[in-house]
């Protein structure tokens, strides 16, 4: 019997169209929605539609940038992109750069590009490689790759078999963006909690962190010359008035001897310099807050106001690992995690801060990190650690802090509470001499509240275990008493 089906080949043009609908859905729904459109009210209506939408674009472009490449420029960008950049000359590069095959029909294969992912400063290609294609194959080719697309740097990542992605850096925001550091102000506005600048952000803004209501508590995670110090003592400049004035008390837990942050303990409230004193530290700033939570409690207050009465106890913590992984013993390391957990949770209403700095941001060595709602990363040693720190999914996202070079100490991304992107940032450099001028600044006289407690019938008596010797001077009866910084133990200091 004779076959009377009609034969469909694969190259038919219905299919065809059929299947570049498939692929181009935005443009396909574009069309359907603007041809109705034209049919009813006309064209001139629409090209005055189209013109006031450009001018509004653009107006809104003009003011407020960062928010129109959030929610409207990366789309447009990569929408732009993948047509007018990389798939117009897509097949002569690959063919350029060897990434082509063939079968065996002879006909060529190419690797497809699925779509195009914008950020302000980094371009990714979402790739199906070509049969007979390895992801070891565009990785050997990706610097051809990156100057054939005028693009600073080229990177690989393999999402799933058969498909990778290859991330290009068009644009480096702070090659020549100043970043100053904040000056030093008199004014002493508890209002400042809300806006503590420590640099600027990609599109030339200031970034400031809000230690009133949202980033609480910061980790910061970075190898070795990085630019931590950058961050915390920017942090602490911009503080520096509230310092003075007794509104901010700062603790410090400084494990590496003190070599960090040793510059400036006349400023600090208590400075640690190993794990045991960092730990007896840490005990004291809970029983001070404990005491207050229930102070207040009793008072019937829910949230304590910042004053000179009940300061914002900012706890900065740097090289956490000492504490939490590298500590001498597994008692005080047990302690000083269940202590710091506690913090993290227990202490927003009464005043507490903190502020942790590691390099890195495993669950071994930072297990309390989910309890931070700021965090911070600045050059990381692997990709994985980005994800540790920032979240899981943010580095797909467009957060390279492992692609950071190291001549670029103080590039991080931050990811705050409420945003699901990091934003690419950049802290002010702080120079010995600056810090030497901060010091200055806040441990000068006048008429301020004292950064150090008085001594008096009602001041809470600092856990005792031998680890600080309190010296006490014959003044006269009208005069305040002061306790001596502490500076540890007599013996030798060690270094974590």
Not at 427 to 437: G, K, N, R, S
Not at 471 to 485: K, Q
Request: overall charge negative; proline content about 4%; hydrophobic content about 45%.
């Amino acid at each position: 019997m004779r076959d009377t089906r009609i034969e469909v080949t694969s190259n038919s043009p219905a299919r065809a169209v059929g299947r570049w609908m498939v692929r181009h859905p935005r443009s396909v729904s574009t069309a359907a929605v603007i041809t109705p459109a034209v049919v009813l009210v006309g064209y001139q209506a629409m090209l005055m539609t189209a013109g006031v939408a450009v001018l509004a674009g653009a107006s809104w472009r003009v003011l407020d940038a960062p928010t129109f490449d959030r929610f409207a420029g990366r789309l447009l960008r990569a929408w732009w992109r993948r047509w007018a950049v990389y798939h117009r000359q897509w097949l002569r590069i690959l063919v350029a750069c060897n990434l082509t095959t063939s079968d065996h029909r002879g006909a060529v294969l190419v690797p497809k590009l699925r779509r195009v992912r914008s950020t302000w400063a980094w371009d990714t290609l979402f790739i199906d490689l070509a049969k007979g294609q390895q992801p070891e194959d565009v990785g050997g080719v990706l610097d051809r790759i990156a100057n054939s697309f005028r693009a600073r740097s080229a990177s690989l990542r393999v999402l799933k078999p058969g498909r990778v992605a290859v991330d290009l850096q068009r644009r480096e925001p702070f090659d020549e963006m100043p970043i100053p550091l904040a000056g030093l102000s008199d004014s002493t506005e508890v209002e400042r909690l809300r806006r503590v600048v420590v640099g600027r952000d990609e599109y030339g803004r200031d970034f400031a962190l809000d230690l009133l209501k949202r980033d609480l508590h910061v980790l910061l995670a970075g190898e070795t010359g990085a630019g931590k110090g950058s961050w915390l003592w920017g942090l602490l400049r911009s503080l520096a008035p509230l310092i003075r004035a007794g509104v901010v008390r700062v603790w410090v837990i400084d494990p590496k001897g003190g070599m960090e942050f040793g510059a400036g303990r006349e400023m600090f409230h208590r400075f640690a310099t190993d794990d045991r004193t960092g730990l007896a530290v840490m005990r004291e700033y809970t029983t001070v807050l404990d005491a207050r939570k229930t102070e207040l409690g009793n008072q019937g207050v829910r949230t304590a106001e910042p004053s000179a009465e009940t300061p914002i106890e900012l706890l900065i913590c740097d090289e956490l690992a000492a504490m939490t992984a590298y500590t001498t013993t597994k008692s005080d390391k047990a302690e000083f995690e269940t202590l710091l957990s506690k913090a993290l949770t227990q202490y927003r209403a009464v005043g507490g801060r903190i502020v942790a700095a590691t390099q890195e941001p495993t669950k071994d060595v930072v297990p309390m990190r989910g309890l931070f709602p700021t965090k911070i990363a600045l050059r990381l040693a692997q990709s994985s650690y980005v994800d540790m720190c920032l979240g899981e999914g943010v580095r797909d996202l467009g957060a390279f802090a492992d692609k950071i070079p190291d001549y670029m100490p103080g590039v991080a991304y931050a990811k705050q509470d409420g945003r699901r992107e990091a934003l690419r940032v950049r802290a002010a450099f702080t120079a010995d001499a600056d810090i030497a001028e901060l010091v200055e600044f806040t441990t000068s006289g006048g008429a301020v509240v004292p950064i150090r407690r008085p001594i008096g019938d009602d001041a809470i008596a600092p856990a005792r275990d031998g680890w600080a010797d309190t010296d006490f001077e014959e003044l006269e009866d009208d005069e305040v008493e002061e306790i001596a910084y502490f500076d540890g133990e007599d013996e030798e200091e060690e270094s974590a």
